[in-house]
């Protein structure tokens, strides 16, 4: 790919002495730079990607892209730098997504667990988000559930000898940030909206519009229809809708234990007898929108039914730990809509007592903390509040922020040191009694201060109760 090639991709001016230049890679950080690579200046949240420029140069950066190349050599200004670098991105690497099925999946809750169960269903599958990414026997982490779109372009590209289909995560800022900029989607899924991020995007009207821009007019999608914005995603002949009324896929019948769900779908009229590791009410949403999924691209009835009996769980969702008739479930819980879910899910099928330990993330949305707490309160007998990522936050401001909505009347724990939270929470266990530890899941560090440091809540109940996770 050349330079001047950019003319014609981003609608920008090149420098007539940059237009045959060949460009070797391509980085948004210039500690990725090598000779030969074209280096996109961006603006970020926190840092200005101006400043790194010289840094490029030193290490042979063919050129610059800007959105002000003003005082920069060798340099294309365009108007929009995120979008530009999307495009350039697919085109570098060959528009690998056009030759795969991608199907892109984006809600606040249910997206990581949807993925699993569609690369469960699907053979030659991988997947992209929360968790990193993974394909064949590949497994590697990632620093956003959606990465930046020349990252997203190269995992692609790396996935396609081995993969069909790719399942991917697209979160709300992967959309505002133009992320998924040149992706062909072939699929997209809708799967419910509550409050998160409002740090960032103020209201939940403008959360919403960051999930709804996701999809264009003539999308195929997957669209759960009890959802309020779910309902305004509906487009006649291109929606499959899935919930627990006036839907194309519904549930007939349902029970579920600590062991899993019996659920009967009535999926366009055929009937699904499912059995499933997976527990709660939202669970059997994630598993509607993946036999929506499935019902697009046609996979055979008792495929999709051997896949969802297979597959055990997802790591640090609702994973549990059994030990002498008590339990202990980890979580990635960490909205006041989440925490409800997991402990109404707990409540029904806990014959003891029900006990929570969770925090809430410091220099993130602080009005969702008292929410959290309230909601945590009224369901769970013993509330345990501790740490989860303070960041540069006074962790007593965050816990505090939490007791404004705590029902006094509880019982209430505060530790700031999370592994003895977690102990004090496995302590207080007796035969049917089960102690919810949310916020975490999956992430094996806690950030404290600007460090972080490894933590991860499975290896504290592991380790003191000396069983593995079902």
């Not at 799967?191 to 919403?208: C, G, I, K, V």
Request: charged share 30%.
């Amino acid at each position: 790919m050349l330079l001047g090639d950019i003319e014609n991709i981003c609608n920008s001016q090149v420098p007539d002495y940059l237009k045959n230049k060949e460009i070797k890679g391509l980085a948004y950080d210039s500690r990725k730079v090598n000779e030969g690579f074209l280096f996109f200046s961006i603006k970020g949240q926190k840092t200005d990607g101006r400043l790194f420029i010289k840094d490029a140069f030193s290490k042979k950066a063919i050129a610059v892209v800007s959105q002000d190349c003003s005082d920069i050599e060798n340099c294309i200004e365009v108007k929009d730098i995120r979008k530009c670098m999307g495009k350039i991105a697919n085109y570098f690497y060959n528009q690998p997504s056009k030759k795969l099925n991608v199907v892109g999946i984006t809600g606040t809750n249910g997206k990581t667990t949807t993925t699993y169960l569609l690369k469960e269903i699907f053979e030659k599958s991988g997947i992209i988000g929360t968790t990193g990414y993974r394909f064949n026997h590949v497994v590697k982490k990632l620093e956003n559930t959606t990465p930046e779109s020349i990252d997203l372009n190269k995992i692609l590209l790396e996935m396609m000898p081995n993969v069909d289909y790719v399942f991917m995560e697209v979160s709300s800022h992967a959309v505002t940030f133009d992320r998924i900029e040149g992706i062909d989607f072939k699929l997209k899924v809708f799967t419910n909206l509550s409050q998160d991020h409002l740090d960032f995007y103020q209201t939940m009207e403008n959360y919403a519009k960051a999930k709804a821009a996701f999809f264009k007019e003539n999308d195929f999608r997957v669209v759960n229809i009890d959802d309020n914005l779910g309902k305004t995603l509906y487009k006649k002949g291109f929606t499959i809708t899935y919930g627990f009324k006036d839907s194309d896929i519904y549930p007939l019948y349902y029970k579920f234990d600590i062991n899993g769900i019996y659920l009967k779908l009535n999926v366009f009229g055929d009937v699904y007898e499912i059995q499933s590791n997976l527990i709660g009410i939202y669970n059997i949403y994630n598993i509607m929108a993946a036999v929506g999924c499935s019902v697009f691209f046609g996979k055979p009835k008792a495929q999709v039914l051997q896949a969802l009996y297979n597959f055990k769980n997802v790591p640090g969702r609702l994973e549990k730990f059994i030990k002498n008739g008590k339990a202990a479930i980890v979580d990635y819980a960490h909205t006041d809509d989440a925490i409800k879910n997991v402990l109404q899910t707990l409540k029904t099928i806990t014959k003891g007592k029900l006990i929570v330990v969770f925090g809430a993330g410091g220099d993130r949305d602080k009005t969702k903390r008292p929410k959290m707490g309230k909601v945590a309160s009224s369901i769970a007998d013993i509330i345990i509040i501790t740490n989860d990522n303070p960041r540069t936050e006074n962790p007593d401001a965050i816990i505090n922020d939490i007791l404004e909505g705590v029902d006094k009347s509880k019982k209430i724990i505060i530790e700031k040191d999370r592994k003895l939270a977690i102990i004090k929470g496995l302590e207080s266990t007796s035969e049917g009694d089960c102690v919810a530890i949310l916020g975490k899941g999956h992430e094996d560090y806690q950030i404290i201060g600007e460090k972080k440091y490894h933590f991860d809540d499975r290896e504290v109940v592991r380790d003191f109760w000396n069983v593995e996770s079902k």
